[in-house]
């Protein structure tokens, strides 16, 4: 294993625990964190992303896998499971690419799979991130600090 595999297992593993920290301590300082809904985080936002989520989370399931990383790059398939605020079970499919520097993630990247599904079978939470599904907020609802945009 190579030292940034173990970075992102790490970063994985400390999500599957919602341990926030553990992942934030992941990126470097000037990390550029960029999805569907949180665009051009830097620094900080980005840790603070994970901490909001993670201590929203009640029924959170990761599992991780493919965990491949040079020097410079490196990936993951990721999967979530979660129940939607409407009671609704959702499973979300994740491909990640991430760009490391000095042994940390300096740019991690999301790519969705596939759709979401719920219950098994496709849903519209599809045009969603996985995380505005799981916090039962529409796409484009929320800030880094968690408080809903009018």
Known sequence: MTA???????????FQKQDAETMAGCYR????????????????EAGDMWRMLCS???????EFRDVTADEDRGS??????????????????????????????LA???RRASRPTDR???SRWGRKPWWAAFMGLPSG?????GVARA
């Open 120 to 122: 098994g079978r496709s």
């Open 56 to 62: 929203r989370a009640t029924d959170l399931r990761i």
């Open 29 to 44: 300082p000037e990390v550029h964190f960029s999805d569907p809904v949180f665009t051009d985080l830097l620094g900080e």
């Open 141 to 145: 609802a929320v800030t880094v600090s």
């Open 76 to 105: 993951a398939h990721w999967e979530a499971w979660y129940t939607f605020s409407t009671g609704r079970k959702v499973h979300n499919v994740i491909d990640a690419s991430f760009e490391f520097s000095d042994g940390l993630i």
């Open 108 to 110: 991690p990247r999301r």
């Open 4 to 14: 940034n595999e173990g970075l992102i297992h790490r970063f994985y593993s400390a």
